[in-house]
């Protein structure tokens, strides 16, 4: 059975900082892009940081510079490590297997998804 379970969501002052994890089962760990995506209150889901089978990371602009994704994949895990934190960042992280951006309208997909964990940045 395919599981993303994810970890380390909580409720931080704006500056602070939290290092989310995602426990990957069920697949082929290194076969697949791995990616962070987030969803705030009224807001559409968006792409926060995607890691290829490569190891190419990317980042939506807004989270550049502040967040770190890596993989350890003798664990098959994912992590994203988030620094300077802004109210902004609030939202559900869920993590994601078998990712990719689309070009053509500027969008991360992706296919297997976790149930998700809460940050919440207090200002």
């Known amino acids: 059975q395919v599981r993303l379970v994810e970890s380390g969501g909580g409720s931080v002052q704006a500056g602070g900082s939290l290092r989310l994890s995602c426990a990957a089962s069920?697949?082929?760990?290194?076969?697949?892009?791995m990616g962070w995506f987030r969803q705030a209150p009224g807001k559409d889901r968006e792409g926060v940081a995607g890691?290829?089978?490569?190891?190419?990371?990317t980042y939506a602009e807004s989270v550049k510079g502040r967040f770190t994704i890596t993989s350890d994949n003798a664990k098959n895990t994912l992590y994203l490590e988030m620094n300077s934190l802004k109210p902004e960042d609030t939202g559900m992280y869920h993590c994601?297997?078998?990712?990719?951006?689309?070009?053509?309208?500027?969008?991360?997909?992706?296919?297997?998804w976790g149930q998700g964990t809460q940050v919440t940045v207090s200002s």
């Open positions: 890691i290829s089978t490569d190891d190419t990371s």
């Open positions: 994601a297997a078998d990712c990719w951006y689309e070009k053509t309208n500027g969008t991360w997909y992706a296919t297997v």
């Open positions: 069920g697949f082929h760990y290194t076969n697949y892009s």
